[in-house]
């Protein structure tokens, strides 16, 4: 069963960016849609943003809390969702994680960690 690895988490200044990513074990990846999720201290998790698998367009979507500060892309050859994010506030300190969905299947990442404070 295909897994997933997230990394790139860490501890950044308000105002500053961070890149995600998570990598999937197959090269069924690219047909994933997948999506970040976000879970921060005493909060509720948080769909962060989405993108389609690459036979839908690769089309993303992304919460409002976020839009315009964080970007999700893929680069299939290296089985890779990215999340960019910048101008990073301390609102959005939480545990990031990915999910990868494909009919029935349902993948989760470990998450990693993100920290934004001064």
């Known amino acids: 069963q295909m897994q997933l690895v997230e990394s790139g988490g860490g501890l950044v200044q308000p105002g500053g960016s961070l890149r995600l990513s998570c990598e999937g074990s197959?090269?069924?990846?690219?047909?994933?849609?997948v999506y970040w999720y976000r879970q921060g201290p005493g909060k509720q998790r948080e769909l962060v943003a989405t993108?389609?698998?690459?036979?839908?367009?690769?089309?993303?979507n992304y919460a409002d809390s976020v839009k315009g500060r964080f970007s999700m892309s893929r680069d299939s050859a290296k089985k890779t969702v990215y999340l960019q994010m910048n101008n990073l506030e301390p609102e959005d300190t939480a545990i990031y994680l990915c999910?990868?969905?494909?009919?029935?299947?349902?993948?989760w990442g470990q998450g990693t960690q993100v920290t934004v404070s001064s």
């Open positions: 197959g090269n069924s990846f690219r047909a994933y849609d």
């Open positions: 999910n990868a969905r494909f009919g029935s299947v349902d993948l």
């Open positions: 993108i389609s698998g690459v036979t839908s367009g690769e089309k993303t």
